[in-house]
């Protein structure tokens, strides 16, 4: 049990790149903390710092009061879920368990126990002899699991460790990997890029982009009130609306000075012609897609784009420029091609600085 | 793509019969040598039949030796082969997988260049460099010897180049494991490189167990004592005979003799060797 602190961790390549550009964070003791950003935002790189698979250039990394920069992968008292399980394919499920205990000379009889009380608790027990050749994804994910567990270490570090199971087993294993986790009360650290599981697992999420840290916190404070325009778009699904305050339609009644982008999420939206709450922001949109998925309806609207109007660069998986999504509830919605106004209340606006960098309000 | 035409079908067949006869027969021809005797096979008239004298012939071949060429009965000739040939493909494997092992996942200064002056000794074999190569046998007083025949052939790219190839393959993931797992470089080769090659090293030890089998230069050259003598040359020394009738049974029977390791090899490892070539377990 222990604790992991990064103090103004450093990653710089030979060829000058810089993966990480000073990160800083602290994971308490059992916590669950995932890193989560874009592919190429550093976090597994991160993760791999940790680990112990890449050189640190700068700062500290700080495992259980001790400072491991210079440390062996094996002597930092870790224990690693890799993307791909990384199973010795010709060792059987005991033996993929039994490894690394057996090279740091534990007794015979003491590994047995310790894969036994694993594969109870990952329902292995059938599967001891057989070689991972014969295993299904997710068996093997569990596996590699046990190959974790059984070491009793003191910090779990999982890189992206679903991604490679389809998308109902994924569900499982998420919960299973909570679950467990919850149960050995081990500090972890966990690597994805999907929000979702991000959201789900965390206890503290760390958002990265371009090897920087955009925000820590818990994973909810950070979907009522994320610190910058990338958390927002990133954090929850579909990504929150962006728009800028030039745009001549959209005006804030109460606007700070220097607040140059406006953010409402889909859901905070509902279609309304009456008045106006007070401080409250409505677009006018003419529908163009709708997406009903049975308990709820996305409506895909173009704003009606004035003269001078500048829309907000669209990165992938965001809305293109002038779009607005937004969510009702249930299955009715208007004709593709309507006009509808939709409105958003005051205290569930969004309202970052013109380069997104700043939250200004709430 | 499903046909089903019947003289489609049979032309090819016809040419691979064809083939398989011209392989076949001469072997063929050996085998039924090696059951006549020499007068028989001398006279110009060797029936396509067995003969009666196969037991005799193999006996005297293997135990005693044609006494006037070869000096030495095929059966040690055998063993030196036998010696030889393991020792180059045991050899080769061992240094390869190693030099494999350092430029694969190891990062030294020069590693590509290193790789490199390997890969270019492709162009190097023994026949290339036999003359500087005996200069220094010789200097290390290596001739005559077992490791005169053998360490100067086990230096090999070929096997270092396919080692790397597979090496390539095997994820960095499981490189990291195994240091996770507390296992140093040399464990990591143990423990897990080494078993997950195992289909390759079967299949590299038939090539070379044949490579070396086969080898007729350098032992020409560095052996000259009779009980050093391999089988391949022995072949050559029965059937050279001056003013004499050509013992051509024990010829025969020791052409037999030469191929039957080779085979054996061949047949007892050829499901690891395909598997080897085709496939990696991962």
């Given at each position: 049990m222990a604790n992991v602190a990064l103090r103004n961790v450093r990653k710089a390549y030979p060829n000058g790149f810089e993966a990480i550009k000073g990160v800083e964070f602290e994971v308490e003791d059992g916590q669950f903390c995932v890193l989560v950003g874009p592919s190429g935002c550093g976090k597994s790189t991160l993760l791999r710092m940790v680990a112990g698979l890449e050189t640190i250039t700068g700062g500290d990394i700080d495992i259980g009061g001790r400072i491991v920069n210079q440390v062996e992968p094996a002597d930092r008292d870790i224990a690693m879920v890799f993307q791909n399980y990384a199973l010795y394919p010709h060792m059987s499920v005991y033996n993929n368990m039994a490894y690394g205990l057996r090279n740091r000379g534990m007794a015979k009889d003491a590994i047995e126990t310790r894969v036994q009380e694993a594969a109870r608790i990952l329902e292995l027990n059938a599967l001891l002899d057989r070689k991972p050749g014969q295993l299904s994804g997710g068996q093997r994910q569990r596996v590699a699991m046990g190959r974790a567990i059984v070491r009793q270490p003191k910090v779990f570090l999982f890189d992206e460790?679903?991604?490679?199971?389809d998308a109902k087993l994924r569900i499982a294993m998420r919960v299973e990997i909570r679950k467990l986790q919850r149960r050995l009360n081990t500090t972890s650290i966990y690597v994805t890029h999907d929000q979702l599981e991000a959201m789900t697992l965390a206890d503290v999420l760390v958002v990265m982009n371009g090897g920087r840290v955009e925000q820590i916190g818990n994973p909810l404070e950070l979907y009522e009130k994320p610190a910058t325009t990338f958390v927002a778009t990133f954090i929850g699904a579909p990504p929150m609306n962006l728009m800028s305050l030039t745009d001549s339609d959209i005006r804030l009644p109460s606007g700070a000075a220097d607040a140059g982008i406006v953010g409402v999420r889909p859901e905070d939206f509902h279609l309304s012609n009456g008045s106006l709450p007070e401080g409250g922001l409505a677009v006018e949109l003419t529908v163009e897609a709708i997406e009903r998925v049975g308990a709820e309806t996305y409506i895909y609207g173009m704003r009606a784009q004035k003269t001078g109007a500048t829309a907000i660069s669209a990165k992938p998986g965001e809305l293109p420029p002038g779009e607005v999504l937004v969510r009702i509830p249930g299955q009715s919605a208007p004709a593709i091609g309507a006009r509808i106004r939709a409105v958003a209340a005051r205290d569930k606006l969004h309202v970052f600085s013109a380069d997104g960098r700043q939250r200004i309000a709430p | 793509m499903v046909e089903h035409r019947r003289f489609g079908n049979l032309l090819p067949h016809i040419v691979l019969l064809i083939g398989v006869a011209i392989v076949a027969f001469p072997v063929y021809l050996a085998v039924i040598g090696s059951t006549h005797n020499d007068v028989v096979i001398s006279n110009g008239q060797m029936p396509l039949y067995p003969g009666s004298h196969g037991i005799e012939t193999y006996w005297k071949t293997i135990v005693s030796g044609t006494g006037k060429t070869t000096r030495e009965p095929v059966g040690s000739m055998l063993i030196s082969s036998l010696i030889m040939a393991v020792g180059i493909a045991v050899g080769k494997i061992a240094i390869s997988i190693i030099s494999a092992y350092a430029v694969v996942f190891f990062s030294f200064p020069f590693r590509m260049t290193t790789f490199w002056i390997i890969f270019v000794t492709l162009m190097l074999p023994v026949e290339v460099r036999i003359f500087p190569t005996y200069k220094i046998a010789s200097d290390l007083h290596l001739l005559d010897s077992y490791s005169g025949l053998i360490l100067p052939l086990i230096a090999s790219a070929t096997a270092t180049l396919l080692f790397r190839q597979f090496f390539m393959t095997i994820p960095k993931e499981l490189v990291e494991a195994s240091k996770m797992d507390g296992a140093g470089p040399i464990r990591f080769f143990f423990d897990t490189l080494l078993p997950l090659s195992m289909t390759n090293i079967a299949a590299l030890f038939v090539i070379l167990f044949i490579y070396g089998w086969n080898q007729y230069l350098w032992p020409l050259l560095i052996t000259t004592r009779d009980d050093m003598q391999t089988i391949v040359i022995g072949i050559k020394k029965i059937i050279d005979v001056k003013d004499a009738l050509t013992e051509w049974s024990v010829a025969m029977a020791t052409a037999v003799l030469a191929m039957l390791p080779p085979v054996a090899v061949v047949v007892l490892m050829q499901r690891l060797f395909v598997k080897g070539l085709i496939e990696t377990e991962k």
């Open positions: 460790p679903l991604s490679n199971l | -």
